[in-house]
């Protein structure tokens, strides 16, 4: 008789993995946390508490022995690639923490073992499951905004780290850049999902404002064309704090605008007096994301963001970064051997 419920082994039992332990039991009727595998035993312990799942030291012997149908990756970034792989040839479903993987000769690597395994892989982009998000992109899709001019995402905060606690985040080897690459992944993908289309050009300003013992940068500012005529506009950075009543995110097109703060949604018809405002129940997003993830592997169903959309917030990064380095507007390339389909698309 086929599992009722996906049975996960966590790979990476760091911060992050809290969170997503917390949603795995928020899930108890699609998701067993079966198994957790880091070279850390006290992190795998921790993580693994009183739940009964099984310990590893390293997700080879896990993905050899474990009696699991998925993983959840939750590596630092040079890893994920490796881990990917990996999951796939052991035919194992992914759920994998953003970014995907770091360059496009990797993306192409992933996008053909995931192709081959037919397995489902989902992008942990934990910010689409906000509900203000999600009811965003339903009035965007119902036409309410008629056709979208510009989308604009914003992920800033005051970010403490020094020296001492930054870790593989500090080092361009192991986090892939900067600040971009990381919390701006989050700005990128949500850009990418209001927006509606596939990136074409981006140019972008990076810079250090304050955590200058980073190899990469701690702030950037992106334009992004889209295929669709959408212009995306990003500021994201870990140096300060954005001023007060700038958006999480907006939109504006012929017929009205939206506005977020993260929270509650606003929309205006264009010259309306009055606006709507949508005051939406906040949830757990890794909750919500890691059941999203059980449902598409429990009924073969798309995710809202395979390695596809993956792929294609790389590429936005990747040409991001290249803007900046030569001064111009980088288009976004394509990967090399892209079969950008699932058997499940
Ligand atoms: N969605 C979000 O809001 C969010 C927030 C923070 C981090 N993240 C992402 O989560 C991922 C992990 O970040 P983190 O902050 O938890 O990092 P972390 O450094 O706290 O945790 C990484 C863990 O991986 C383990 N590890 C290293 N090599 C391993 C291996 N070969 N096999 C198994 N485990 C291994 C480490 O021992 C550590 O426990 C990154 O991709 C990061 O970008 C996402």
Redesign the pocket.
């Known amino acids: 008789m086929p599992s009722t419920t996906v049975r996960i082994g966590l ?7 809290g969170a997503h332990v917390a949603g795995y039991l928020r899930n108890p009727e699609t998701v067993t946390f079966a198994a957790v ?4 035993r006290e ?1 795998a312990e921790r993580r693994a508490a009183d739940t009964g799942a099984a310990i590893y030291s ?2 080879a012997s896990m993905l050899a022995e474990a009696d699991i149908d998925a993983v959840d990756i ?4 040079h ?2 690639k490796d881990a990917i792989i990996a999951a796939a040839r052991a035919g194992k479903h992914i759920l994998c ?3 995907l993987c770091l360059t496009r000769e990797e993306a192409a690597e992933v996008d053909a073992a995931v192709a081959e395994a037919g397995v489902t892989l989902m992008c ?1 982009h ?1 910010q689409l499951f906000l509900p203000a998000v999600a009811q965003a992109k339903k009035l965007i899709e119902s036409g309410a905004l008629g056709r979208v001019y510009e989308v604009r995402t914003t992920d800033s905060f005051y970010n403490d780290f020094d020296p001492s606690n930054m ?2 985040r500090a080092h361009a080897a192991t986090s892939g850049g900067g600040e971009l690459i ?1 919390t701006g992944y ?1 700005p990128t993908y949500l850009l990418l999902h209001l927006a509606g289309g596939s990136p074409v050009e981006v140019t972008a300003m990076l810079a250090t404002h304050r955590l200058s013992f980073m190899e990469g940068e701690d702030s950037a500012q992106l334009l992004v064309r889209f295929d669709n005529g959408v212009i995306g506009s990003l500021v994201t950075s870990w140096a300060y704090q954005p001023a007060d009543g700038t958006e999480k995110f907006s939109a504006v097109g012929e017929l009205g605008s939206l506005t977020s703060d993260g929270t509650s949604l606003t929309f205006r018809g264009r010259g309306d007096a009055e606006a709507t405002v949508y005051e939406l129940e906040p949830v757990d997003e890794f909750g919500a994301e890691i059941g999203h993830f059980a449902r598409s592997v429990l009924d073969g169903t798309r995710p809202l963001h395979t390695q596809k959309e993956g792929i294609e917030v790389l590429g936005i990064i990747l040409a991001a970064y290249e803007s900046a380095a030569h001064r111009t507007i980088a288009p976004v390339q394509p990967i090399g051997e892209l079969t950008a389909t699932t058997p499940r698309d």
Do not use: F, Q, R, T
């Open positions: 790979i990476g039992a760091g911060d992050i993995a595998a880091d070279p850390v992190s390293d997700y939750c590596l630092p970034h890893l994920h923490e953003k970014p942990a934990n870790g593989w990381d989050h």
